[in-house]
C-alpha cells in the first residue's frame, strides 16, 4: 500500500512539474457555429444589438498569436494564477513596486496579459472580439526594459502594456480603423503620441477593436463592430450590455484587464461612452493638449485621443505621458501641464460641483449627489437651457471630406490606394456583405454632402456658441465642474470644446455599468483628475466583470 502511494506521489509530481516547466501544446482558435447564438439574439430590445455577426471573417487569430507560441509554450496555468494577485486590478505605481521589488518583471507581466487574452479570447463563450493585432516584438521589447530598468519608475509608463484603439498609428502594426480596406496600412510612421510613448519606456502591446471608421460609418448599426475585428462584447455582459463606442476594444480590454490602460480616441462620446458602459476611467481631453498626428480622423475641429485606465491616478501617469506640442497638428498647445506632480488633495473643501435637476430623477445619480453633498462639496442645481444642435451632422462630414485624404495622402502607408470617402465607399460595395454589412449610409451622406468651407465655419461657430451657452454655470456659477452621466453631454462638451472625465458611479439593477462624468472648462484636465481621484476613493464602486476574474 505504501509502496502504491509512493508512486501515486511520484507521478503526481512529474505531472505537475510537467505543467509547470515542460512546454504546453498550443492553444488553437477555432471558428465556432453562430447560428444559434445570432438566431437569440435577434429577440434583443435595442435593435442596435440584433447582430448580424460576432466573429471576424478577416482575422485568423492563430496568426495574431504565433509569434509567442514558444514563450506561451513554457508560461502555465499556475505561473498565470500566482501572478494574477500581483497584477489583476492593480495601479502602476504598485505594478512598479512589485518590479523594483523583484516580484515581477516587465516580461513577465506581458506574458500574463499575452496569456490572458488568449485564455478569454480563444473561448467560444467569453470571447469579447476585442483585439485586432499584437506586436510581434512585444517579448524582446519587454527584456529589454528589465536589462534597462530605470529609477524613479513609480508614476510613469515605463515597461508597462499598453493597447491602442486601431486608429493610431503605429510603425510595427497595420492601422486599420477596423476597414478592410486598410487592412495593409502598414509601414507607417508612429503617431505623435506613440512616440512620446515610447520615449517614455511604455510597451505597445497591440491594437484593439473599435466601431469601424471610428462609428462615423454606418447609421444604427452595432456599437464595436468592424469588419476587420468582428464584433466588440461587453464583459459585463456579452451580448447583453453595448459596448459603447466607438473605442469599444480600449474599453472592453481594460474592464477585462488585458493590459494596463488603452489609449482612446474621441470625436464625441468615443472615450466617454465605452469607459463608462465599460467601468473603466476615461478622460477626453481639450481639443490641442494631446496631438492627433497619426491617426486616422473624422473631425480635425473635434478630434482628440485620450487615456482609458481602471483608475484615475493611471490616467494621470498616461496623461503626462503622450503630452507634448505638436507642430504638425495646428490645434496643438503648448501646456507646461504636469497632471500627477505632488499627487491629489484627498477631500472634497472648496470644491463646487454643479447638477443638471434633469438628471435627479436618475437613483444612482441623486444617491451620488447626495453622498456628495454629505461629504461637504457645495452643490448648485441647474437647468441649462435648450440648444440647437443643427449642423452637427454636416460638420463631422465636410471635416472628413477633407481631413480623410489629408490622413491617406501624409500619413497612410504608400501601398493605400483609396485617396478619398468616394474610393472608400466604391471599395466597400465590390463586396458590401464582407465589407460593409450594416451598409455605408454615413459616407454616402459624406460624398453627397456639397456643404462649402465658408458654410462649415459658420455652422462651427453656431454650434460652439450653442454648447458654451448650455455649459454657462461653470462660469457664471464659479463651478469646477458640472456632473452628467455616462456620455449623455459629450456632444455638448465636445462642440463647445471642453474637457470630459468619466469615473465608474455603479450598476444598475441589471449589472450594467454606469459611470459619472465630469464636464470641466477648457484646459482643466488636471482639476477635473482630483477631482474624480477623490470620487474615486470616496466611492471605490468599478469591480471586475465576473466572468473574467
Known amino acids: 500500500m505504501k509502496k502504491l502511494f509512493y508512486f501515486s506521489f511520484l507521478i503526481s509530481v512529474f505531472i505537475s512539474c510537467q505543467k509547470t516547466k515542460g512546454p504546453q501544446l498550443p492553444v488553437v482558435f477555432k471558428k465556432y457555429s453562430e447560428s444559434a447564438v445570432l438566431q437569440k439574439q435577434q429577440n434583443h430590445e435595442n435593435k442596435r444589438m440584433q447582430f448580424k455577426l460576432f466573429q471576424s471573417k478577416y482575422i485568423d487569430m492563430n496568426a495574431v498569436f504565433k509569434p509567442f507560441e514558444r514563450e506561451l509554450s513554457y508560461f502555465s496555468e499556475e505561473q498565470y494564477a500566482a501572478l494574477k494577485p500581483l497584477i489583476l486590478e492593480q495601479d502602476i505605481p504598485t505594478l512598479q513596486k512589485h518590479v523594483i521589488a523583484g516580484r515581477l518583471s516587465y516580461e513577465k507581466l506581458t506574458l500574463f496579459y499575452l496569456y490572458r487574452i488568449r485564455k478569454f479570447e480563444s473561448d467560444s463563450l467569453k470571447s469579447l472580439n476585442s483585439i485586432i493585432s499584437l506586436n510581434p516584438t512585444i517579448l524582446d521589447q519587454a527584456r529589454a526594459r528589465d536589462k534597462n530598468k530605470k529609477e524613479n519608475t513609480e508614476f510613469t509608463v515605463y515597461g508597462m502594456p499598453i493597447l491602442l484603439k486601431d486608429n493610431i498609428n503605429t510603425r510595427d502594426m497595420a492601422t486599420t480603423a477596423g476597414a478592410i480596406v486598410l487592412a495593409e496600412n502598414k509601414d507607417t510612421k508612429d503617431a505623435f503620441i506613440v512616440q512620446?510613448?515610447?520615449?517614455?519606456?511604455?510597451?505597445?502591446?497591440?491594437?484593439?477593436?473599435?466601431?469601424?471608421?471610428?462609428?462615423f460609418f454606418c447609421s444604427g448599426c452595432p456599437l464595436g463592430y468592424s469588419a476587420i475585428g468582428g464584433q466588440t462584447l461587453n464583459p459585463y455582459g456579452r451580448g447583453v450590455f453595448e459596448t459603447g463606442g466607438s473605442s469599444a476594444g480600449s474599453g472592453v480590454t481594460i474592464a477585462a484587464n488585458f493590459a494596463v490602460a488603452a489609449v482612446g480616441t474621441e470625436t464625441s462620446g468615443s472615450i466617454t461612452s465605452p469607459s463608462s458602459l465599460n467601468s473603466i476611467v476615461g478622460l477626453k481631453p481639450t481639443i490641442g493638449v494631446l496631438s492627433r498626428t497619426g491617426i486616422v480622423p473624422i473631425s480635425s475641429t473635434l478630434d482628440t485621443p485620450g487615456p482609458m485606465t481602471k483608475n484615475v491616478i493611471d490616467n494621470a501617469i498616461f496623461m503626462n505621458a503622450m503630452r507634448g506640442f505638436d507642430r504638425r497638428?495646428?490645434?496643438?498647445?503648448?501646456?507646461?501641464?504636469?497632471?500627477?506632480?505632488?499627487?491629489?488633495?484627498?477631500?472634497?473643501?472648496?470644491?463646487?460641483?454643479?447638477?443638471?435637476?434633469?438628471?435627479?430623477?436618475?437613483?444612482?445619480?441623486?444617491?451620488?449627489?447626495?453622498?456628495?453633498?454629505?461629504?461637504g462639496v457645495v452643490i448648485v442645481e441647474i437647468t441649462p437651457p435648450e440648444i440647437s444642435f443643427e449642423g452637427f451632422t454636416t460638420l463631422l462630414n465636410i471635416d472628413m471630406k477633407h481631413d480623410l485624404p489629408s490622413y491617406l495622402s501624409e500619413n497612410a502607408a504608400k501601398n493605400i490606394s483609396v485617396k478619398s470617402v468616394a474610393d472608400v465607399v466604391l471599395f466597400n460595395s465590390q463586396d458590401s456583405i464582407l465589407r460593409a454589412p450594416y451598409g455605408q449610409q454615413l459616407?454616402?451622406?459624406?460624398?453627397?454632402?456639397?456643404?462649402?468651407?465658408?458654410?462649415?465655419?459658420?455652422?462651427?461657430?453656431?454650434?460652439?456658441?450653442?454648447?458654451?451657452?448650455?455649459?454657462?454655470?461653470?462660469?457664471?456659477?464659479?463651478?469646477?465642474?458640472?456632473?452628467?452621466?455616462?456620455?449623455?453631454?459629450?456632444?455638448?462638451?465636445?462642440?463647445?470644446?471642453?474637457?470630459?472625465?468619466?469615473?465608474?458611479?455603479?450598476?444598475?439593477?441589471?449589472?450594467?455599468?454606469?459611470?459619472?462624468?465630469?464636464?470641466?472648462?477648457?484646459?482643466?484636465?488636471?482639476?477635473?483628475?482630483?477631482?474624480?481621484?477623490?470620487?474615486?476613493?470616496?466611492?471605490?464602486?468599478?469591480?471586475?466583470?465576473?466572468n473574467y476574474q
Do not use: C
Open 196 to 215: 512620446k510613448l515610447r520615449e517614455k519606456g511604455a510597451l505597445i502591446l497591440g491594437k484593439a477593436n473599435l466601431s469601424e471608421w471610428a462609428y
Open 329 to 375: 497638428d495646428t490645434a496643438s498647445k503648448k501646456i507646461d501641464q504636469d497632471y500627477f506632480q505632488n499627487g491629489f488633495n484627498t477631500n472634497f473643501k472648496g470644491i463646487r460641483l454643479g447638477v443638471l435637476k434633469s438628471l435627479l430623477s436618475d437613483s444612482i445619480y441623486r444617491t451620488t449627489v447626495a453622498k456628495l453633498k454629505k461629504e
Open 443 to 546: 459616407f454616402d451622406g459624406i460624398v453627397a454632402d456639397n456643404t462649402t468651407l465658408e458654410e462649415l465655419e459658420l455652422i462651427k461657430a453656431n454650434l460652439m456658441q450653442e454648447g458654451k451657452k448650455y455649459l454657462h454655470a461653470l462660469k457664471d456659477e464659479k463651478i469646477d465642474a458640472i456632473l452628467s452621466i455616462n456620455n449623455y453631454h459629450s456632444g455638448i462638451a465636445a462642440v463647445a470644446k471642453h474637457p470630459t472625465l468619466t469615473v465608474p458611479m455603479g450598476y444598475r439593477k441589471s449589472g450594467e455599468p454606469v459611470s459619472l462624468t465630469f464636464v470641466g472648462t477648457p484646459f482643466s484636465e488636471r482639476r477635473l483628475l482630483e477631482i474624480g481621484y477623490i470620487f474615486e476613493q470616496l466611492t471605490k464602486v468599478r469591480k471586475l466583470p465576473k
